[in-house]
């Protein structure tokens, strides 16, 4: 039986965790996850959601805040693990941590490599215009993601897909192709394939800013954007200076100065871009909770004729 530490935060890396601890042929003998942070209005600490299925199955978890201190590499080689699962742990290894395991360290990454190297892949994705994305389980190097790559699932992204609903579906893939693996190559039966030198491109780290769109660009580019903003950090434009975020919006035709409301009525209300139109479904204005567009007409906050600022803030 493989003694496996995990390394993993958020719910994307759950499935994994769950496979490897449901597997017979593993044993997980720890996780390591980020430390517990202050969640919602109350700020109150919250476990990751890695962290807490460990508990559940009570597997010792280790919260190291630093990577790169003598104790942290310490603690892990207690372990003796004979090899790391890494998916999404949210934190740079070193390359003393990543030699410690026997087998080394194997990354769950949620993107076609070398595609979308870094924190966000499942987000640019989307907002970037992919038509397709998948996972790469690969073995860790001291480079952002640029390891050999052992095996390959691919999933279609739907025209409606946001970060929220894709996300699930890679971690539900990861996992089964991470199931699908591992054991070969423990067993030396599966050799990892260095990734391609041309189509690099990087995902990093969302920032609050991306979810300000700029009226000037194509309905069809900010339709994705909206969706990859989704859950976070949130898509939103600016109205007489007061931000209105964008819970759903889709592209339509449409003809007219960039931040010009086009119509507005039972369907929603029609933004004029750069080119076409954004039709934004749900919104949520400043104090408020999200509610539909319509709701928003009905009530007489926005009408034909008005003008968003057009350029982000």
């Known amino acids: 039986m493989a003694r496996v530490v995990f390394m993993g935060t958020p719910e994307f890396a759950v ?3 769950r496979a490897l601890i449901e597997a017979p042929e ?3 003998v720890g996780v390591i996850t980020q430390p517990d942070r202050p969640v919602g209005r109350g700020q109150v600490l919250t476990a990751s959601p890695v962290k807490q299925v460990a508990l559940a199955h009570g597997i ?3 919260q190291p805040a630093k990577m790169k201190v003598p104790e942290t590499a310490e603690t892990f080689a207690r372990f003796a693990p004979d090899v790391a699962v890494v998916a999404a742990y949210g934190r740079i290894l070193t390359p003393t941590l990543l030699a410690v ?3 080394g360290c194997i990354n769950v990454h949620a993107s076609l490599l070398p595609r979308w190297r870094g924190a966000a892949p499942i987000a640019y994705a989307i907002w970037k215009g992919d038509a397709e994305t998948g996972v790469d389980i690969m073995r ?3 480079g952002l993601d640029t390891g050999p790559v052992y095996a390959e699932a691919r999933l279609s992204i739907g025209a409606d897909d946001t970060t929220a609903t894709l996300t699930p579906k890679l971690a539900e893939l990861g996992a089964r192709t991470l ?4 054991s070969k190559i423990l067993l030396g039966e ?3 394939k260095p990734q391609a030198a041309e189509g690099v491109t990087h995902a990093p780290p969302l920032a609050k800013s991306d ?8 309905a069809a580019d900010l339709e994705r954007q909206v969706r990859a903003m989704t859950p976070w950090p949130g898509a939103r434009v600016m109205l007489g200076g007061q931000p209105v975020a964008i819970g759903k919006a889709r592209h339509v035709d449409g003809v007219g100065p960039s931040g010009t409301v086009l119509s507005a009525d039972k369907t929603g209300v029609v933004v004029a871009c750069g080119r076409d139109g954004l039709l934004l479904e749900e919104v949520q204005l400043p104090g408020k909770r999200m509610i539909p567009a319509s709701a928003w007409v009905a009530g007489r906050g926005i009408a034909v004729g008005a003008r968003f600022d057009v350029a982000a803030a």
């Not at 199931?179 to 591992?182: D, F, G, N, V, Y």
């Not at 979810?211 to 000037?216: A, E, I, K, N, S």
């Open 140 to 142: 860790m190097e001291a």
């Open 15 to 17: 499935p994994s965790l």
């Open 211 to 218: 979810g300000m769109l700029d009226l000037r660009h194509p």
């Open 101 to 103: 395991p026997k087998h």
């Open 190 to 192: 599966l050799q990892a």
């Open 179 to 182: 199931l699908q693996t591992l």
């Open 26 to 28: 593993y044993d997980v």
């Open 60 to 62: 010792p978890v280790f």
